[in-house]
């Protein structure tokens, strides 16, 4: 059983924040929404590797961690809890 069964997720409310095209490419194929963070291996997905990830619509291309988690918050209005 997959993880998204499992746990009764739906992939189209989920979140990838990845630092690697194949990470892109995977939340692609289950339309969850795409951060690409340029910390790790991120930049070289943009540089050396954008070719794989040219057709996907990357919803964020954050700087690191802290800047997707910000930008989730500010584009669905989180509240602290």
């Known amino acids: 059983?997959?993880?998204?069964?499992k746990y009764r997720l739906n992939l189209e409310n989920c979140v990838v924040i990845g630092d690697r095209w194949s990470d892109m490419?995977?939340?692609s194929k289950t339309n969850c929404l795409k951060?690409?963070?340029?910390?790790g291996a991120g930049q070289s997905a943009l540089n050396e590797h954008f070719y794989k990830i040219k057709d996907i619509k990357i919803e964020y291309i954050a700087e690191?961690?802290?800047d997707a988690?910000?930008?989730?918050y500010y584009q669905f209005k989180l509240k602290d809890y």
Not at 35 to 39: G, P, R, W, Y
């Open 69 to 72: 988690i910000e930008w989730l």
């Open 25 to 27: 490419l995977a939340a």
């Open 35 to 39: 951060i690409l963070v340029k910390t």
């Open 1 to 5: 059983m997959n993880g998204a069964k």
């Open 64 to 66: 690191n961690i802290k």
